[in-house]
């Protein structure tokens, strides 16, 4: 069962998308914020990171450069309200693999997820 870190600053978003991952079968951890997220993708070896970009303190772009610094090289999807033109093409600068815009749209997302993982 693949293993998803959901790094997000906001309690109720990282608990909805929590549940609705481990319906489809995902083996999901979670991580408040980024320096959370950072020490989580080093300690649970998840298969793919669900990265919120906008969080206070350590923020989703640094967040995924560090993660990168430290040779961790799984699928990192950026996830972003703020779906400004440029935004995709800065994630994936960061260090992301691709990049999915909120309110999360769970069918794309878990196409996304599968296609990275190949999944079928």
């Known amino acids: ?6 790094v997000d600053d906001n309690d109720d978003n990282r608990d909805v998308l929590k ?3 481990e319906r ?3 083996d999901v951890v979670t991580a ?3 320096r959370e997220g ?3 993708a080093e300690a649970d070896s998840p298969d793919v990171i ?4 906008n969080m206070p303190e350590l923020d989703g772009w640094e967040a995924t450069k560090l993660i990168r610094d430290k040779g961790i090289t799984v699928p990192v999807i950026a996830l972003t309200a703020h779906a400004m033109t440029g935004d995709r093409e800065r994630a994936i600068e960061a260090g992301c693999t691709d990049y999915h815009t909120k309110p999360v749209e769970m069918e794309k997302l878990l196409l996304l ?3 990275l993982l190949s999944v079928s």
């Open 24 to 26: 489809r079968g995902f």
């Open 113 to 115: 997820i599968e296609n």
């Open 38 to 40: 950072i020490d989580q």
């Open 50 to 53: 669900l990265m919120d970009m």
């Open 1 to 6: 069962m693949p293993r998803i870190l959901i």
């Open 19 to 21: 549940r609705r991952l």
């Open 32 to 34: 408040a914020g980024g």
